[in-house]
């Protein structure tokens, strides 16, 4: 996808490039920038020598040495005094150049760390939402692949509010409340399990015929004739109708979905065979702003569904049911609780 947040030593990234939030004199003292230098080896600190100073807020470029990197893309960032002398304009400026560094080098992958969230003493949180939201207006114009690395869970603080009710639509109670859909999804799933299994969803079967608090999938009312024909449209016609529906173009689509151009193609080139993976179905729900209702159509098109069972499916419920759509904040929720994230 074209914006990922993942827990990596960036130092281990196999990506074309990868940042290096350094000082102005481009000579690796602590942190990230200590790093860089001890893994890319002697012959970094000769060229960095070369090309210092750094201005602030600009950045340079060197070969990546004994980095699995090609290139490393050096940048200044600002020391926090309170958010009261332009700060956030100079860290704007580090992401920005960093990005159209990378691009005016043919590179189709970076990796940034959270630029001076270290000992400059930024705020880690507001880094990581600041990068996102800059990266993201940058990847609206440019097709490359963003890898945003967080080294550990105290590199910033998600929402404690958020993770709460988060928390508490993934307890077992919320399961308990709902357990006629877990035991449709028991039944479903075992449809290409072992004999054993078969039986003991087939005794089970009759649970299911109880009333249903779940959505109504958008089947009430239609013949099973008119059902079949609705359900024999591939998912990516679906998704065409679907944006064509709400007047948006296909690379905005694709670009609030997080997912690449590359994709987006063999979707268009393949529109009845392509079968997208749950999160590439379920960013593009999000892009569309598409209900629940709506959610659960466009995913059985591609003989999928959002079950009231597994973590990942609670959190996009809980979002699509709050009428929050911003996919990099349901990123950030999907992150914290160790989910896969959205796009592809």
């Known amino acids: 996808m ?6 990596q030593d960036i130092t281990k990234m196999r990506v074309d490039a990868i940042v290096n939030t350094t000082n102005e004199e481009m000579v690796g003292y602590s942190g990230v920038d200590l ?22 807020g600009t950045a340079k470029i060197t070969k990546g040495y004994n980095l699995d990197a090609k290139y490393i893309i050096h940048t200044s960032g600002p020391v926090w005094q309170g958010g009261l002398v332009g700060e956030s304009i100079i860290l704007k400026s580090c992401y920005i150049e960093s990005l159209k560094l990378a691009v005016a080098n043919g590179c189709n992958s970076i990796a940034f760390p959270l630029i001076s969230s270290g000992t400059y003493g930024y705020p880690k949180d507001q880094v990581l939402k600041f990068a996102i939201h800059v990266i993201t207006e940058f990847l609206f ?17 998600f929402s404690k509010k958020l993770f709460s009710e988060i928390s508490e639509i993934i307890n077992d109670n919320y399961v308990d409340e709902y357990e006629e859909d877990f035991i449709g999804s028991v039944f479903e799933s075992a449809i290409l399990a072992d004999e054993t299994v078969r039986k003991v969803c087939t005794d089970a079967a009759p649970i299911m015929m109880a009333p249903c608090k779940a959505e109504s999938s958008g089947i009430a ?36 979905a997080n997912v690449d151009k590359k994709t987006f193609s063999k979707i268009k080139c393949n529109p009845q065979t392509y ?17 629940l209702d709506e959610t659960q159509d466009l995913l059985a098109s591609a003989g999928l569904t959002l079950s009231r069972s597994f973590t990942f499916d609670k959190i996009i419920r809980y979002f699509i049911q709050k009428g929050v759509y911003d996919i990099f904040e349901i990123n950030e929720a999907l992150f914290e609780f160790d989910q896969v994230l959205l796009g592809c």
């Open 221 to 256: 009312g239609k013949s099973l004739h008119e059902y079949m024909k609705a359900m024999d449209k591939s998912f990516a016609y679906k998704l065409f109708d679907l944006i064509d529906e709400r007047g948006m173009t296909d690379v905005e689509c694709y670009k609030k």
């Open 275 to 291: 079968k997208p993976s749950k999160q590439t179905a379920v960013a593009f729900a999000i892009a569309l702003k598409l209900n």
């Open 141 to 157: 114009d440019h097709e490359l692949m963003v890898y945003i690395c967080v080294f550990d869970r105290t590199s910033y603080q």
């Open 35 to 56: 790093a860089v230098h001890k893994s890319a080896g002697p012959l970094l600190d000769a060229e960095c020598a070369k090309i210092a100073p750094l201005g602030l």
């Open 2 to 7: 074209p914006l990922q947040i993942i827990r």
